[in-house]
């Protein structure tokens, strides 16, 4: 009907645009499959994350507690396996027990937030100190190491096909998160509340149900963050993930998901991730110092960002007929 | 007009504005001036000494940098056994959480509740500078933990640092037959002891010319980040011969990752530090080496030092400058790996 509309692929061009630029400054090292797995293998912890935290974005809320929920939920992985001795058992209960966590975590959040009305930035500012003191208080504060049982680690760097494990979890939560907001009834309702809470209210949507949901599935995919990390680095400790916090808000945002709530889609929230990954990897391979990686990564990440920005604005000013810089010019 | 005449008053009133700020901040500083000369006049002649051994309450503040880290536990752990002997010394621990600012902090309400000593890692050395002498002012003697402060205090206890780095480097080019690539996997810039680390890995490496440093890339201290950085060395360099990462955490990722792409083994993976988890994985072969410093000792050595200054009349003003005890250096391989006893793993 319509013809091609640049706008509506903005976000894969840019990341074919990164892979053709990497591709041509290090030909033999960046397009291997070695190579795009480790991409893939690095980001996956945060695209995890950010499949289920894009759900407290949408509603309009944050979680400042991604940190160390995923620090504590490592903890109590790697401290249920070491109870039940170092067993494949012991795995499955770690798993089971971490999720349970990161759910309930989740859904006190949701239920503090609805019920009393409390910010979501004060509710999960507080929590991410009671998620780091359990932990230090659990842990008494040192590295607790875990490399037993061939199943625990086979969690976070099992390669299938040439591609870790994590690779294929990151997929699947994607996969399954995409689904629940796009193809169904529940995630139209989520995009609703994120736009207009009190309008969805008086249609008939239950907010406060949603929301919490929303929270439950942040909980969950930050749990399974944690199992994957504690896994990978085969040990777990209160500071365990930190610093993450800001990488899955910044992959949502850079994958244009608002804080505002409402708008942001799961793919563009991998999009930022595996851009933040690539660029990553790009500095390493091109062995640019630590000095000044974080002033290319910077300006990249603005480049990058700002034509992703651009291409939708021309959209949205030929839709509205907005002129006002012509007017300007004339 | 209307436009204009608003922004007259704006100006007026950021002007005022900027007045009263400069203002404010004149009388705040002076306030702090004459706080901070008080203590220091009434104090200098009364260091008190107290005898920690003869029964008299005593309480030693350890101000960690951040005590998540096995180091720091171990100088912890050290600094609580040395003192559980007496019934009369206690112990208070505090984490910086990697921040001079809160290690500052910290000092200040430290200093206010009269310890009778300090065993502070310094997060800053220039940041921690006043804070160390006000505490010495007060008569509270300060002890550094590997970490120095830029200014005179009674003692800094310390794992060598650039001769560790020399000694990793002599170790790994043995290791690789003096020749081939090698790569660093370096921490948070800026910080003294690890440049120096660094910087005594570099210039022993030098004297071999067969050996080329192809890499150093900075994975901030952390496992998981060290993991990342060496798969893309792993991919930019698939002849990497050996790594020296700064501190064991990283060298463990860097093991990590040189399983995971079916090379255990085979390269020279070095470390710095000596913790459990390093030495474990020396015994299973996934890592080279580490330079091990015996952190409970080492806690337990300052402890000593903070007790001796606590019972002494000397105060930090008869000193030129700051006195060092440097713990001894442990090269560490898989031959001898078996000879550092459980009860020294920390």
């Known amino acids: ?330 | 007009m209307k436009k204009r005449i608003l922004a007259i008053m704006l100006t007026a009133a950021m002007a005022v504005g900027l007045f009263g700020c400069a203002g404010g901040q004149t009388t705040t500083r002076e306030d702090a001036n004459a706080g901070a000369a008080q203590p220091a006049a009434a104090s200098t002649s009364n260091k008190v000494k107290v005898d920690p051994y003869n029964g008299e309450p005593v309480k030693i503040a350890y101000v960690a940098h951040d005590l998540g880290t096995p180091n720091n536990q171990g100088w912890k752990e050290g600094i609580e056994r040395e003192c559980a002997s007496w019934g009369n010394i206690k112990v208070d621990s505090y984490s910086g959480e990697s921040s001079a600012e809160t290690q500052v902090q910290i000092m200040t309400d430290v200093i206010n509740q009269k310890y009778n000593a300090i065993i502070l890692q310094c997060s800053d050395g220039t940041a921690l500078a006043p804070s160390v002498k006000q505490a010495e002012e007060a008569g509270i003697p300060v002890i550094t933990l590997n970490l120095d402060a830029d200014t005179v205090h009674s003692a800094l206890v310390m794992a060598v640092d650039y001769d560790a780095g020399r000694m990793a480097a002599e170790k790994m080019a043995e290791e690789i037959g003096e020749a081939g690539e090698i790569a660093i996997i370096q921490g948070v810039p800026g910080l003294k002891r690890t440049d120096q680390l660094e910087q005594g890995f570099r210039d022993t490496i030098a004297n071999y010319s067969g050996i080329e440093i192809v890499d150093a890339q900075s994975a901030s201290f952390e496992k998981d980040t060290a993991i990342t950085v060496m798969n893309s060395f792993l991919q930019s360099h698939p002849d990497l011969k050996g790594v020296f990462a700064i501190n064991d955490a990283m060298a463990e990722g860097a093991a990590l990752a040189a399983e995971s792409a079916g090379k255990k083994g085979q390269l020279s993976i070095w470390g710095a530090d000596g913790e459990k988890d390093a030495l474990a994985m020396i015994e299973s072969g996934d890592m080279s080496g580490t330079i091990y410093t015996n952190s409970w000792d080492e806690g337990s050595t300052a402890a000593k030092i903070a007790l001796l200054m606590i019972g002494s009349e000397y105060s930090y003003n008869v000193l030129t400058e700051t006195p060092k005890v440097i713990m001894e250096p442990i090269v560490v391989t898989k031959d001898n790996v078996a000879s550092i006893p459980e009860e020294d793993r920390w």
């Not at chain 1, 109590?76 to 798993?95: K, P, Y």
């Not at chain 1, 008086?202 to 439950?216: D, M, Q, R």
């Open chain 1, 1 to 330: 009907m319509k013809g091609f509309n640049i706008s509506k692929y903005s976000k894969p061009f840019i990341l074919v645009a990164f892979v053709l630029i990497l591709t041509a400054l290090r030909p033999t090292t960046f397009p291997t499959v070695g190579n795009i797995a480790n991409v893939l293998w690095s980001v996956s912890v945060i695209g995890i994350m950010v499949c289920g935290t894009i759900f407290v974005f949408l509603v309009g809320g944050i979680d400042l507690s991604i940190a160390t929920l995923c620090g504590f939920s490592a903890v109590v992985v790697v401290e249920v396996i070491h109870f039940f001795g170092d067993t494949t058992l012991g795995v499955l209960a770690g798993v089971i027990a971490a999720i349970c966590v990161g759910a309930m975590a989740g859904c006190v959040h949701g239920f503090i937030i609805t019920t009393f009305n409390i910010p979501a930035f004060l509710v999960t500012f507080a929590s991410q100190s009671v998620f780091l003191g359990l932990s230090m208080v659990i842990t008494n504060n040192k590295i607790v190491s875990c490399t037993a049982p061939a199943a625990f680690t086979a969690i976070g760097a099992m390669k299938v096909f040439g591609f870790p494990l994590p690779i294929y979890f990151m997929l699947v939560i994607a996969i399954a998160s995409w689904y629940v907001l796009r193809k169904t009834e529940f995630g139209r309702y989520i995009y609703a509340v994120g736009g207009n809470a009190t309008a969805s209210e008086i249609s008939g949507i239950n907010v406060k149900k949603s929301t919490i949901l929303c929270y439950v599935f942040s909980g969950i995919t930050t749990a399974i963050g944690g199992i994957v990390l504690a896994s990978m680095t085969q040990q777990a400790a209160a500071a365990t993930g930190s610093g993450y916090t800001n990488d899955v808000i910044t992959a949502g945002v850079i994958g244009g998901v608002s804080l505002l709530g409402g708008v942001g889609t799961v793919p563009g929230a991998i999009f930022g991730a595996v851009l933040m990954g690539l660029l990553n990897n790009g500095l390493n391979l091109m062995s640019v110092p630590s000095t000044h990686a974080g002033l290319v990564k910077g300006l990249v990440i603005i480049i990058a960002v700002g034509f992703d920005a651009m291409q939708h604005r021309d959209q949205s000013r030929k839709r509205a007929g907005f002129r006002l810089f012509k007017k300007k010019a004339a």
